[in-house]
């Protein structure tokens, strides 16, 4: 499940990492990092934080749990860090009731 928007280095990461530790997690987030990118419709050296608060908007509109918005906001958080970027990427609104 390669994506036009992943290039070979990055995507050389994320199976490393897919590899270790618990596996079923791991994928997952794998998973969701891949979901994001292919969302955001451009290489993943391109996204930065408005990409971010688009995607959140979208999983707020889909009513996803505060559990699935976390997971997806690690996953983003370790995309962050295998692009090399400093700081931590925006977090996910609280849900309004």
């Known amino acids: 499940m390669n994506t036009p928007f992943i290039d070979r280095q990055l995507d050389h990461r994320l199976k490393l990492y897919a590899a270790k530790g618990g596996k079923t997690s791991r994928r997952s987030t794998v998973r969701r990092i891949r979901t994001f990118i292919d969302f955001c419709q ?54 309004t009731a």
Request: with cysteine.
């Open 42 to 95: 451009r290489p993943a050296a391109q996204i930065g934080r408005r990409q971010v608060h688009e995607f959140f908007e979208q999983l707020e509109q889909r009513r996803l749990s505060p559990a699935t918005r976390r997971d997806y906001h690690r996953a983003i958080c370790l995309l962050w860090r295998l692009l090399g970027r400093s700081g931590e990427p925006p977090r996910p609104r609280s849900p």
